[in-house]
């Protein structure tokens, strides 16, 4: 008999606010957080909007209060300022009762990078700046974030494109079931760096204006930064300590697409098998999923390959369907664990997030996302897709408990 | 949990590619780091392929080749990889190619193979295999966190046949930025670092193993447990966290036949070298580094030397630190740390 897995905690930062709180706000009144660059320092400051938070590593420092080491990156700021807002939220002390299990699963896209790419050629040249060399890993954020936590068992570290932080709650989920943890704070952290801005720029899918996920006018995808952590439990340690419970993880699934580096299959057959692997696993009919927050970037290929497997599977009744990243831009390795955050709020509170930039159909489709903010309906099961570079697909779900 | 190796496919510093076994001759590390003696790659990836490739994308997508003919497999039900640096060559080149050009003039192939799961999904999309894709990331540990999720898998259903591999590269660019930050120095205790540093030779290396839970002819050795621990306080946290976690197997130290160390040399460092003397007395000792250098996945390495060790029943003499018993060899634990941040034990077992 496996462990039921729930949720008692979560946190985030994005370009949308930081914390649950500023992010509700944001979204309730349909304000996107994404707009030029003003702190990246990069020639395409006016060519891409991106989902940047407006906040200096400085600033960031300050919020990110006690234990914050001198030589830290933006990324790992990002990360120490979400998980502890999912660490208090869920009502756990650092470093208390040492009985429990604990231990960190994060992600990353391209950890360190945003010192590296400022600072590469002066560690190759000038050996200046070489306290920030073992700040690039990936695993550097995990390792702050476990020490600010106080968590000084369990850790790793994911990174599988922009699936990445989806498969870190994934992994935490089944490190819970199999007894190895009995809590398990997961998700991921990336900052906005010119490696990645450029990245996508040679790949040619990123629009230079707003982005419309699921139009059929669409041109490509907004970046974004952020972080987003959500605290797993054994269900038994919140109901014996009358801690609140906002879900449970009631299926996951990774699949891959095994097509191409950086594009999907035609008819979406990764993503199909992440979304009815997830299902399978839940137990549930299609028609009990009451909303997809997709992963959508608004890139021609996705929206159309994510699509077709939603209607393999749905058709004829599709759920209410949504990007969420016309509101914080694309976050890559934070993107799973921000929109799982969406996901267990959208159970909590009955939530639909609006598709922002809707501007009609996609011919191949015979759906349109949802576009109307909703609060108060009766949401008992979402799902939330992520796919990544490699054809990396996960689906998660997240249910009333 | 358990998982059955009936395949492997090894790139490293020594000849461990084209024969199974130990190599006749091994060869000494070339100082301060040293690459793999790669294989003829063309015998396994078109010509029109390798050349896109960079180094360690094509020695990982080789290796896992190789494993999965050795294990007379098509199409594995997982594939999961470890790497604590990923491409580093191509993570450089776009890297500086972004920061000499101002932004300018790029080309996308190596920021798309920059992507840590690059040699994990170039493998999936080469065998058509839509099955789970994972790559874990976390410094020196990156292969045990593979590990731990083969197992957890094969737990849950102990038919797949699961492609778990490790692999790391090494660069002149980042051996030299890495090692001006000191980043190989040996372990010393806070405070007390010399001024001349003793440092670890370097290396890289691929190494995949085709596992399952199910025992089939063919299978020579197993894993049977992997734990992690972080910055331990002493000597007696190492201690009990190695008993503890042979406890957990239902064993203890005195059934193992070997505990192979992540000591870069002969020397040891601090911390290997006051275990030693306050735990492992009475245990056979041995290590591997002086074989395939240091690099984050070197235990994936480990791991292949302690197979080969339980298939063949001897210990090579050339791995052996302190011999202090003589029985055909049941259980080898594989202990590794990186400068004592991250600890791992590795376990496996005859079959």
């Known amino acids: 008999m496996y462990r039921r897995v729930v949720i008692t905690g979560i946190g985030i930062i994005s370009s949308i606010g930081n914390g649950i709180s500023e992010s509700l706000k944001s979204i309730r009144s349909l304000k996107s957080g994404i707009g030029p660059l003003t702190i990246l320092n990069t020639i395409h400051k006016h060519s891409f909007p991106c989902g940047e938070i407006k906040l200096t590593d400085e600033e960031l420092v300050v919020i990110a209060g006690k234990g914050v080491p001198d030589v830290v990156t933006r990324t790992t700021l990002l990360g120490i300022i979400a998980a ?97 943890a009995d809590r398990i704070i997961a998700g991921g952290t990336d900052a906005l ?57 009631t299926g996951y699934a990774n699949a891959n697409d095994a097509y191409h580096q950086t594009a999907s299959s035609p008819d979406g057959y990764g993503p199909y098998l992440a979304m009815k692997n997830a299902l399978d696993m839940s137990g549930f009919k299609p028609g009990q999923i009451d909303y997809i927050n997709a992963h959508g970037t608004g890139t021609d290929n996705n929206d159309l390959t994510e699509g077709l497997a939603i209607e393999k599977i749905f058709s004829p009744r599709i759920p209410k369907v949504s990007s969420t990243k016309a509101f914080t831009g694309h976050t890559l390795g934070a993107a799973g664990a921000i929109e799982a955050v969406f996901s267990i709020l959208a159970v909590k509170h009955g939530l639909i997030i609006p598709n922002l930039n809707y501007s009609g159909r996609i011919n191949e489709l015979s759906f349109e996302p949802a576009t109307e903010f909703n609060e108060g309906l009766d949401i008992r099961s979402v799902l939330s897709n992520s796919f990544g570079f490699g054809g990396n697909d996960s689906s998660l779900i997240f249910s009333k408990y | 949990m358990e998982a059955y190796i009936s395949g492997s496919g090894i790139i490293s510093a020594q000849e461990t590619f084209e024969k199974s076994g130990f190599p006749e001759n091994i060869r000494p590390l070339n100082a301060p780091f040293t690459y793999c003696a790669e294989p003829n790659y063309k015998d396994f990836i078109q010509p029109i392929q390798l050349r896109r490739m960079g180094r360690i994308l094509r020695m990982g997508v080789t290796a896992a080749a190789k494993c999965l003919k050795d294990a007379g497999i098509g199409i594995p039900d997982a594939i999961i990889t470890g790497t604590g640096l990923g491409l580093v060559q191509d993570t450089e080149k776009f890297l500086s190619s972004v920061i000499e050009n101002d932004e300018k003039f790029l080309n996308p192939t190596s920021f798309i193979q920059s992507t840590h799961n690059t040699v994990g999904a170039h493998i999936a999309v080469m065998l058509r295999c839509n099955s789970y894709n994972c790559t874990y990331v976390h410094g020196n540990i990156s292969f045990e966190s593979a ?11 102990p038919e797949l046949k699961v492609l778990l591999g490790g692999h790391d590269e090494m660069t002149e660019h980042y051996f030299k930025i890495s090692d001006s930050a000191g980043l190989w120095n040996k372990y010393y205790p806070d405070g007390r ?14 190494a995949f193993f085709l596992v399952s839970g199910k025992y089939k002819p063919g299978a020579y050795a197993k894993f049977s447990g992997v734990s992690t621990f972080y910055k331990p306080e002493n000597t007696h946290a190492i201690a009990e966290k190695i008993s503890g ?49 240091e690099y984050h996945t070197s235990t994936a390495f480990a791991a292949w030397v302690a197979a080969q060790i339980l298939r063949n029943k001897e210990i090579p003499r050339d791995l052996i630190l302190q011999k202090k018993r003589d029985k055909s060899p049941k259980n080898v634990l594989i202990w590794n740390h990186f400068r004592n941040i991250s600890h791992s034990l590795i376990l496996l077992s005859e079959c």
Request: hydrophobic letters at 35%; one cysteine or more.
């Open chain 1, 84 to 180: 502890k807002e999912a660490f208090n939220d869920a009502g756990i002390g650092p470093g208390e009762k040492p009985s429990v299990k604990t231990g960190i699963v994060s992600a990353t896209t391209v950890g360190g990078m945003d010192k590296t790419e400022q600072y590469y050629f002066d560690f190759l040249n000038s050996g200046r700046y070489l306290e920030y060399v073992h700040t690039h890993d990936c695993c550097d954020n995990t390792q702050t974030i476990a020490e600010c936590l106080g968590i000084n068992d369990f850790m790793t570290t994911i990174s599988t494109a922009c699936s990445s932080s989806a498969n870190a709650i994934m992994f935490g989920a089944r490190l819970i079931r199999h007894g190895i």
């Open chain 1, 193 to 249: 760096s010119k490696f990645t801005l450029n990245g996508f720029n040679t790949l040619k899918i990123l629009d230079e204006k707003l982005c419309r996920p699921f139009s059929n006018d669409r041109l490509g995808l907004n970046l974004g930064e952020g972080a987003g952590f959500i605290v797993l439990e054994a269900d038994e340690l919140p109901l014996k300590e009358n801690r609140k419970i906002y879900c449970e993880i």
């Open chain 2, 147 to 157: 590990l731990l999720d083969s197992l957890m898998l094969i737990a849950d259903n």
């Open chain 2, 193 to 206: 670092m010399p001024e001349n540093p003793e440092r670890a030779i370097v290396g890289e290396g691929a």
């Open chain 2, 245 to 293: 976690f042979l406890g957990e197997q239902g064993l203890a130290l005195d059934d193992m036949d070997l505990i192979l160390t992540g000591q870069n040399d002969h020397a040891g460092d601090y911390i290997y070298n006051s275990v030693k003397t306050s735990v492992f007395n009475d245990c056979n000792l041995g290590y591997y580094k002086h074989w395939c250098g």
